[in-house]
Each structure stands twice: as structure tokens, then as C-alpha cells.
């Protein structure tokens, strides 16, 4: 059958994005003022990286994806490589007491932002040449074949998740790596490998998750607010009052456009890890449940993708593109209605930072090209 270009996907993208930066303009101005004593400083900032993942998403929409099945190990090793070149001086930039920028004047780039996409390529493409030299029934199933799939199948895939989990561990980035760990996850898991590989590695992450909790206080406070909000709503728990604050004050039809208040600096982070809060109370409850349905939508649409394909690096990368971004939002959501601890996910399309949005850029592009060439 002749592939077409997903139209759908196209429209649903250029909505939020266009709608994501509409929002963002208005919401922006009190924090623009404040910090830099112009109104348009983190709107123009947000355009021009925009513009950025536009071009490079439409790049990544004419790129050959047998070229980029063929280069994605080495794109992904030149994407961790730029992990560590964070902790380097004059290059590296430190913010908030973490190393994960690299300093470029007026721009900082987040590696591990585009590490959720090239892990998704390299992933992909190692599985399916592995699953090219299984055979016709899929992956082995007998006792010495089961022996075969853990040392040439389940040992490597460990492996490459230990060493993601070192480097974003390093860059105090728990957050970026259980998203990252997860997306890779359900890769692995879309190849249809054995059930107990899965069960194993959430075993494994929930253990290793508890062992971050233990011994970084930061994250434990996280997770005792979350527990318990009501015990410091001034101090550690003020974004997440603030924030249901905001969704209440909204109520089913929001306040308008442009008319929030809680952006005047009494939501911390209004203009990215609370901006779903921002959305609740201009739009209201109305709103905010049109913009959950809309990722629901965009999830749908990319599984759709993913089955319609014929190749399987191409169906295990839309699997993981689709995966990775409405994965962001309701971690996003979920935390700003106080259903999930504080992260500092971003809102895909939606939240004030170039990295994330550039990256989200290229996966759009990846989907659509899977979409038409698949």
C-alpha cells in the first residue's frame, strides 16, 4: 500500500506548538519584566528556537531512514559523548547546583534532551538487526534459546541503560533518566522480547529509584510532599498549593486568554515545569481537559504510525517517539495536579526551554517521515 503523509499529525503538531507559543506569550511578560526589564525576552528567545526546531524537524522529515538506521549508533554516541562535556569549564554551565548545559552565549543546549531521541534511534536500529538474524518465529523461546536472549539480548540492553543511568546520575537529572529509561522500555518491550525482561528491568528501576530517593534529600523531600502536601504549604510544598491554586481558581471555563494571575510571581515556574497550572486557570477545567485529549490524540495517532509500518526500526522508533512525548505530558500534568511528585518534566510544545522543544521538533519530523516512507 502507498504511504501517505499523516495530515493529521501535521495540523495536531503546528495546534499546540502555535497554541503552546500564543500561551507562552502572554504568560511570559511578568517573568520578562522582572528578570531582564523587557517584555519579550523569553518570548523571542522561545521563537527563535522554534524556528530552529521547525527546520531541523523538517531535515529530519526528508532524512533517508535507512541512512539514519545506519548512523544512529554514531549519532548517539556523539549525543553522550556531549554529556559529560557539561562538567568541562567556560563550556559547561551550572544552574540550580546541577551540570546539564552547555554554554553558547545567549543559548544553552541540554544534551540529555536530544539523548531521548538518538537513544530511541540507536535502540531501534540494534534491535532490528538482531531481530534480522532471528528467526521467522521471533525471539527464542526454549531453555537454551532463553539462555541465548539473556546474554546476547537482555545483558547488552542492561548495559546500555547503565550507562545512560551513570551520566545522567552524574548530572543530578533523575527525572530525564526515568523518562529516558522508560521510552527504552517500551522500545524494547514493542519487539515483543520475553514478558520477564520487562518485569525485570521495572524491578530493577524501582529498587534503583529508591536508591536515589535515600541518599539525595532533595528528592526525598519531593516525595514527602507529595505524601503529604499539607505538611509545609509554605516552604517545599508552595509550588504544588500554588499550582492547585491556580487550576481551582479557573473553574470550569477559566478566567480568558491572557488573564491569569497567579503568573505574577506567585506560581514558581509559571513559565515552564507549572504551565499546565497557567492553562486551568485561563482556560479552565474545559480547557485543560481539550489539551489532555489532545495528547491522547497524538498518542493514538503515533501508535497508528508505528502498526501501519512495515519495517521494524521504523515501527520500534515511532513506537518510542510516541511513547517518549505523551509520556512528558502526563508526567508533567499528573505532577501539576499533585497526582505525581514534582519532576521538572517539561509540557511538550507548551513549556518555556529550547532544548526540549527542539527535540520534540525532530521527533515530530521522524513521525511524519515514518509516516509517508514506513
Same mark, same amino acid.
Given at each position: ?21 500564543? &500561551? ?23 521563537? #527563535? ?36 562535556? *557539561?562538567?568541562? $569549564?567556560? #563550556?559547561?554551565?551550572? !544552574? ?7 554554554? &553558547? ?8 534532551? &536530544?539523548?531521548? #531521541? ?32 539473556? *546474554? ?11 550507562? #545512560? ?5 552524574? %548530572? ?28 525485570? *528491568? ?26 503529604? $502536601? ?70 493514538? !495517532? ?24 505523551? !509520556? %512528558?505530558? &502526563? ?44
Amino acid at each position: 500500500m502507498k504511504k501517505h503523509f499523516n495530515y493529521y499529525l501535521f495540523f495536531l503538531v503546528v495546534f499546540l506548538a502555535g497554541f503552546g507559543f500564543l &500561551f507562552l506569550a502572554c504568560l511570559s511578560v511578568p517573568a520578562s519584566l522582572q528578570r531582564f526589564n523587557t517584555a519579550n525576552y523569553y518570548l523571542l528567545h522561545q521563537l #527563535i528556537l522554534l524556528i530552529a526546531g521547525v527546520i531541523l524537524g523538517f531535515v529530519f522529515y526528508r532524512i533517508p531512514l535507512k541512512f539514519l538506521k545506519k548512523w544512529a549508533p554514531y549519532i548517539f554516541l556523539a549525543n553522550f559523548f556531549c554529556l559529560f562535556l *557539561v562538567f568541562l $569549564p567556560v #563550556i559547561g554551565l551550572k !544552574l540550580g547546583g546541577a551540570s546539564r548545559w552547555l554554554n &553558547f552565549g545567549k543559548f544553552a543546549v541540554q544534551p540529555s534532551e &536530544f539523548l531521548k #531521541i538518538t537513544a530511541i534511534l540507536y535502540l531501534s536500529a540494534w534491535i532490528a538487526s538482531k531481530l534480522s538474524d532471528a528467526p521467522a518465529s521471533g525471539w527464542k523461546s526454549t531453555a537454551k534459546r532463553g539462555y541465548h536472549n539473556a *546474554v546476547y539480548i537482555f545483558v547488552p540492553f542492561l548495559m546500555l541503560l547503565a550507562i #545512560i543511568s551513570i551520566a545522567l546520575v552524574l %548530572q543530578s537529572d533523575a527525572s530525564t533518566l526515568g523518562v529516558i529509561s522508560l521510552t527504552l522500555l517500551a522500545v524494547y518491550f514493542s519487539a515483543r522480547t520475553p514478558i520477564w525482561h520487562t518485569f525485570l *528491568v521495572i524491578l530493577a528501576g524501582a529498587g534503583s529509584l529508591l536508591f536515589l530517593i535515600r541518599f539525595e534529600p532533595y528528592r526525598l523531600d519531593r516525595w514527602l510532599i507529595f505524601l503529604h $502536601p499539607e505538611s509545609d504549604p509554605l516552604g517545599k510544598g508552595f509550588q504544588l498549593r500554588q499550582s492547585l491554586l491556580s487550576l481551582g481558581s479557573g473553574g470550569i471555563f477559566g478566567k480568558g486568554l491572557g488573564m491569569s494571575t497567579q503568573k505574577f510571581g506567585f506560581l514558581p515556574q509559571a513559565i515552564s515545569d507549572s504551565i499546565f497550572a497557567i492553562v486551568g486557570e485561563e482556560l479552565g477545567i474545559a480547557g485543560a481537559v481539550i489539551l489532555i485529549a489532545m495528547f491522547v490524540f497524538f498518542f493514538y !495517532l503515533g501508535v497508528k504510525i508505528a502498526k501501519n509500518s512495515n519495517d521494524k526500526f521504523y515501527k520500534m522508533t515511532a513506537i518510542g517517539i510516541t511513547f517518549w512525548i505523551t !509520556l %512528558q505530558a &502526563f508526567i508533567n500534568i499528573a505532577s501539576t495536579i499533585g497526582i505525581f511528585p514534582m519532576t521538572g518534566i517539561p509540557l511538550p510544545f507548551f513549556s518555556y526551554g529550547g532544548s526540549h522543544l527542539v527535540a520534540e521538533m525532530i521527533g515530530v519530523g521522524l513521525l511524519l517521515n515514518i509516516s509517508k516512507n514506513g
